[in-house]
Nanobody, 126 residues
Framework: QLHLVESGGGLVQPGGSLRLSCAAS????????IGWFRQAPGKEREGLSC????????VYAHSVKGRFTISRDTAKNTVYLQMISLKPEDTSVYYC???????????????????WGEGTLVTVSS
């Protein structure tokens, strides 16, 4: 069983930056494609970004492209989401998710990954 834990959320001012982490326990993330999603109260879940097992293929939603960067650190068994130029509308609970489906990024955001973390809250407010 793959257990994912997100961290790095918090309160940040508009224009600020945060780096979210998605750490795994129980198994190596090397064999998993990873996605980042978010869901705000009363809104549908939004797929933000996806990274394949090699780290060479990344996909971004239009709403975050150019502001968010996904990356993975094999040695730390962790995937990151670097967020800059944050806006109040970025306020949400952010989730990482994993799946062994190699085509998950090609199908992103429509493919629903199997394993999910509990989420971390990001609040962008002055």
């Amino acid at each position: 069983q793959l257990h994912l834990v997100e961290s790095g959320g918090g309160l940040v001012q508009p224009g600020g930056s945060l780096r979210l982490s998605c750490a795994a326990s129980g198994r190596s993330l090397d064999d998993y494609t990873i996605g980042w999603f978010r869901q705000a109260p009363g809104k549908e879940r939004e797929g933000l970004s996806c990274i394949d097992t090699s780290g060479n293929k990344t996909v971004y939603a239009h709403s975050v492209k150019g502001r968010f960067t996904i990356s993975r650190d094999t040695a730390k068994n962790t995937v990151y989401l670097q967020m800059i130029s944050l806006k109040p509308e970025d306020t949400s609970v952010y989730y990482c998710a994993a799946d062994v489906e190699e085509n998950m990024c090609a199908l992103f955001p429509y493919y629903r990954p199997h394993f999910w973390g509990e989420g971390t809250l990001v609040t962008v407010s002055s």
